[in-house]
């Protein structure tokens, strides 16, 4: 019996796909014939039949453990990358395993191996297959939300209450939004107070505690929340619901209009600082590095634009960070990923294989959603027949109906999702290669919304410590700044054939711990006064 003893992971992304009954089956027989061939014997099977979206799959978790319990066990046998990954949490993690923990990955269907001293370019390709991945999960969560915009047409808040009001579900079944008669008349007060200009926010919490308001079940809250509250439109009657704004709300107001705009104008007095998110491109981008609290904007003299830690843990003494030095220093950074077209055309190759996985998911996932679709019409009608025969009652009929075309209407929204996450998977990878090519070219041609998009997609974590800003670089965008330090893009490290089984650690010493942040000089200016 062979000595290399291997685990299989197989997942499929729902239940219904486990009810067709061709996914698991059809994955752990291709795995283990692969196995065979190989001289590799099977010690543990691991099955998850549940989204890959979020990190935290129940066998995922287990076979990790399973893996550090059993460091005898080496290989890891997946069918592709999909089933494996569809975050970049978990794509760390197994990059890790890897790196630390000698294990090898088998992507069987891809023909790839994959260990510690793997080609740079094949590392990349599969972090850009992650990336794909977790963005086509993106989009098919975003566009799913988008059915309840039916429900914001209606006049209805489809989502959580703000305070001042109450989610309930009415007799029928509907859910509705209605008024707290404990915390509404407070809210009311908020604005009254406001409007005399004797009040800051600070001021207003304080009195309307003293007065007995009570926010969320006990909860302290702070100034920044009295200035949520008190720029809410929707204590008028209005809603914002997917940056379209509705008129026609069923809820009650708690405020006029009058009151509400009166208000406003108060508020954008121009000698108070402002907060405008066309000109803020980094608000909730950078931490403090002293107390952990995000940075916030600043108009200073009427066109300096200033960043400061909000202090909101206590009284953050973090010098001010002035726009145009952020500016500068993100620039340098995106210098650093800059690759060549020889290197762009190996992402090409990626994004190529990942487009393959993408088509299987895609058509499957349509496929199931419209045999299910027709299996409810055919109920519906047959339930028909069954009625006008007397076979069964009215009542009986208009209730399963009811039920069915719900399920119907709630599968056509999957499906769209479905149909507009496709189209924005062209539009990321597209996204991707840019960013390869000419990252830096492209920020500075973005105005404030779409600079932040794009180091949402590049940088997973950036703080500020007084002097320097540190950038942590999203996975695979960090293994392009390993590869620049390695100064080897694509030439195997070892000359060796591959042999299964441990290989000796011939990894450079830098690239033993995990890369750290990049970090870029900056000589901090304070405002002046």
Request: hydrophobic share 35%; net charge positive; proline share 3%.
């Amino acid at each position: 019996m062979s000595t290399q003893k291997t685990i299989l992971y197989a997942r499929v992304s729902s239940k219904e796909q486990e009810q067709e009954g061709y996914s698991i089956p059809a994955q752990l027989k291709f795995l283990m014939e692969y196995a065979s061939k190989n001289d590799l014997h099977i010690v543990k099977e691991f099955v998850d039949v549940e989204t890959a979206k979020k990190a935290g799959r129940v066998n995922f978790n287990a076979m990790l453990e399973y893996l550090k319990n059993n460091k005898d066990v080496k290989h890891l046998l997946v069918e592709k990358t999909d089933r494996l990954l569809r975050n970049i949490t978990d794509y760390a993690t197994i990059d890790a395993l890897m790196a630390y923990e000698d294990i090898i990955m088998h992507l069987v269907k891809e023909n790839v191996v994959l260990d510690k001293n793997s080609r740079s370019n094949e590392k990349f390709i599969f972090g850009i297959k992650a990336l794909m991945a977790k963005n086509y999960s993106d989009n098919l969560s975003e566009e799913t939300k988008k059915g309840q915009t039916e429900k914001a047409s209606q006049g209805i808040f489809p989502s959580y209450a703000p305070v001042g009001y109450l989610n309930y579900t009415d007799t029928n079944g509907k859910k509705d939004i209605k008024l707290d008669e404990k915390t509404a008349p407070f809210i009311k007060r908020m604005f009254e107070l406001y409007v005399t200009g004797n009040y800051s926010l600070a001021s207003v919490r304080k009195q309307i505690l003293k007065e007995g308001f009570v926010y969320r079940s006990g909860k302290n809250f702070y100034k920044s929340t009295v200035e949520i509250i008190l720029k809410n439109e929707f204590y008028t009657g209005v809603f914002y619901w997917k940056n379209e704004r509705y008129i026609n709300a069923s809820h009650i107001p708690i405020v006029d209009k009058l009151l509400f705009n009166q208000v406003q104008s108060i508020m954008r007095n121009p000698n108070k600082s402002k907060s405008r998110k066309d000109l803020f491109a980094y608000t909730n981008l950078i931490k403090c590095s002293k107390c952990g609290c995000s940075l916030t904007a600043e108009i200073q003299k009427e066109k300096y634009i200033y960043y400061r830690c909000t202090g909101y843990k206590g009284n953050c003494k973090m010098p001010y960070l002035k726009q145009e030095q952020i500016d500068t220093q993100i620039e340098e950074m995106l210098d650093s990923i800059h690759l060549t077209q020889e290197q762009v055309d190996l992402i090409c190759k990626g994004l190529k294989e990942s487009f393959k996985d993408k088509i299987d998911y895609h058509n499957n996932a349509v496929e199931s959603i419209k045999k299910q679709v027709k299996i409810l019409q055919n109920r519906i009608d047959r339930a028909y027949v069954d009625k006008v025969d007397e076979e069964i009652t009215e009542d009986f009929w208009r209730h399963q109906t009811t039920k069915w075309l719900k399920e119907k209407e709630d599968l056509s929204i999957k499906l769209l999702a479905h149909q507009k996450s496709d189209t924005n998977y062209f539009k990321n990878a597209d996204i991707i290669l840019k960013l390869a090519s000419k990252a830096k070219y492209l920020f500075k041609q973005q105005n404030a919304e779409e600079k932040k998009k794009l180091l949402k997609l590049l940088v997973s974590n950036s703080t500020y410590n007084g002097k320097n800003l540190l950038f942590s670089m999203q996975k695979p965008f960090d293994s392009i700044i390993e590869c620049k330090k390695v100064g080897n893009w694509g030439d195997r490290r070892d000359s060796n054939p591959r042999q299964f089984g441990p290989q000796p650690n011939t990894l450079p010493a830098e690239l033993r711990s995990p890369l750290k942040s990049k970090n870029i000089p900056n000589k901090n200016i304070a405002p002046k006064e």
